[in-house]
């Protein structure tokens, strides 16, 4: 997997909050989720996301995304400065950016691991 390879060799570091573990959880329950996902495969992602990404605790959440639910993810890209927020939520990549960070969609961040770090 590119993602893990790219966290394995220090390209990417990932960060992650309570609410984010608990909503990739909550996600990994669903069938649509369930039906692509195996629910063991979904548990140990969630389970080594908590081991190897750093952990944030939001002080506040921006009230900035047209769905409110998903202002917590703008607030742990704030909270950990973090240069991308990579996600398939429609209601988000439509921002294009928050502070410091770009917003896209997993294939615009896997084409991007393709590129040298340097010239990311």
Do not use: H, W
Request: with cysteine; proline share 8%.
């Amino acid at each position: 997997m590119q993602i893990a390879d790219a966290v394995a060799d220090g390209r990417v570091e990932l960060a992650t909050s309570a609410d984010l573990l608990a909503e990739f959880a909550d996600a990994s329950q669903r069938p649509r989720i369930q039906s692509r996902v195996p629910v063991a495969e979904a548990a140990s992602v969630c389970q080594l996301l908590a081991q190897v990404a750093l952990s944030f605790d939001p002080a506040d959440n921006p009230k900035v995304c047209r769905d409110p639910r998903d202002d917590y993810l703008l607030g742990l890209a704030r909270a950990s400065a973090a240069d991308y927020l990579v996600t398939r939520d429609e209601d988000l990549p439509v921002l294009g950016r928050f502070d410091s960070t770009r917003i896209i969609y997993p294939a615009a961040f896997l084409k991007l691991l393709k590129i040298p770090p340097e010239k990311a």
